[in-house]
């Protein structure tokens, strides 16, 4: 078998010593009233330094940008601190770690901001059935219905621009070797996209390169606040999470923001399959498409296991591979991986749930057969 995913990578100035990525992820432990990264979260990031890299969970901008209670932000004071905890424990590992910079829109909850405002988005279009996970009196996050959203209007958008940009510039500050854009999975750059949310009849609505303009701005503007070969940008074209609808001409949509994300010349794109499906096929018309747009780094992610990243790598389909879920339970995955050993099964009740148990207790191999003597 290929040993690409073993290989080294240059990724601007950073040399990743494998391929592999540490897909990000929320979990929902910052529990503190400052809602920071604590030093349970810098154990469970550098227990998993091994990656080539790891892109740490989506983080809110700003208190408006929240969308899940305990997930810590990354636009104070304090938040650069408890971040500072994380990078230092990861880099003292070896590691490299970039942050994903997130803004939920409309997939939020009144009772997740201390003014009690409601979500965003691009229009007052609202999800029927999602729910989100909200502090309600208790210690635990319960899951409460969507509140319904209110239509940002066009300043609100440009400065949300700003929010992003200071925020990478925090992500600088608190150690970060770089910085994500979250633009996938339903969340508000993929609701601007989306020509069924879209009704806005400004400079962000209408054509598909201004539905586009809000993400293009928000890239611009943080790279030119920390450098664009430390920005990339995640998609996830044909989702439907967060009750969205598949792109009606997506080769067309997509390929538009690859050719665009690419002039600005940041680092890499990282293309998102939520079905774990085309992304697999070297044929699929998409793939190939992105990949002929964009002629930067193009990380995969969606349902990869190690004979899938090979044949991925193999046929040029992407550069570095993105692994999630298998991330929770296998803090050292890269080594399992590597030698064919068994990959643990994570607890899926404890994934959001808080505090160490499925988080920052699964054994490594070593542990496990320390422990087995």
Same mark, same amino acid.
């Given at each position: 078998m290929s040993r690409k995913l073993f290989s080294r990578y240059?990724?601007?100035?950073? !040399?990743? @010593?494998?391929?592999? !990525?540490? =897909?990000p992820m929320n979990r929902n432990r910052a529990t503190d009233s400052q809602l920071a990264a604590s030093a349970?979260?810098?154990r469970y990031y550098a227990q998993r330094a091994s990656a080539g890299l790891i892109i740490a969970e989506g983080t809110p901008v700003s208190p408006q940008a929240r969308g899940c209670a305990c997930t810590p932000g990354i636009y104070s004071t304090a938040q650069i601190a408890g971040w500072r905890q994380v990078t230092?424990? !990861?880099h003292d590992q070896g590691g490299r770690i970039y942050l994903q910079l997130w803004h939920v829109g409309r997939v939020g909850h009144c009772g997740l901001r201390a003014d009690a405002s409601p979500p965003v988005g691009p229009s007052t279009i609202a999800l029927h059935n999602d729910r989100v996970p909200v502090l309600d009196g208790g210690k635990e996050p319960v899951l409460q219905p969507c509140d319904p959203p209110r239509a940002l209007r066009t300043e609100e958008v440009r400065a949300i621009v700003v929010d992003f940009a200071r925020a990478a $510039?925090? =992500?600088? =500050? /608190?150690?970060?070797?770089? !910085?994500?854009?979250? %633009?996938?999975?339903?969340? *508000?750059?993929?609701?601007?996209?989306c020509p069924y949310l879209n009704d806005? /009849? +400004? %400079?962000?609505?209408?054509a598909t390169h201004k539905r586009w303009r809000f993400l293009l701005e928000t890239t611009a503007a943080v790279a030119e606040a920390i450098g664009s070969e430390r920005v990339g940008v995640r998609i996830s074209p044909l989702g439907t999470a967060h009750e969205m609808q598949p792109d009606p001409a997506p080769l067309f949509t997509y390929g538009y *923001? %690859?050719?665009?994300?690419?002039? *600005?010349g940041i680092r890499y794109l990282h293309v998102y399959d939520q079905s774990g499906n085309w992304i697999h +096929? @070297?044929?699929?018309?998409? *793939?190939?498409?992105? $990949?002929a747009c964009y002629s930067g780094t193009m990380i995969l992610c969606g349902g990869f296991d190690r004979e899938r990243a090979e044949a991925a790598l193999r046929n040029d389909c992407g550069d570095l591979? =993105?692994?999630?879920?298998?991330?929770? %339970?296998? @803090? +050292?995955l890269v080594e399992r991986l590597r030698i064919g050993a068994p990959l643990a099964h994570w607890n899926a009740s404890t994934i959001y749930k808080g505090g160490a148990q499925g988080y920052i207790d699964y054994p490594t191999l070593q542990e496990e057969a320390h422990s087995e003597r």
């Open positions: 240059s990724l601007a100035s950073l !040399v990743l @010593p494998n391929r592999i !990525v540490m =897909a349970m979260t810098a230092t424990a !990861v $510039r925090n =992500a600088m =500050a /608190a150690g970060f070797d770089g !910085v994500e854009i979250h %633009a996938a999975n339903g969340y *508000l750059f993929d609701q601007f996209r806005r /009849a +400004d %400079a962000y609505g209408g *923001l %690859a050719c665009q994300l690419d002039q *600005l +096929d @070297p044929q699929s018309d998409l *793939l190939q498409h992105l $990949r591979i =993105a692994f999630g879920k298998h991330f929770i %339970a296998n @803090p +050292d």
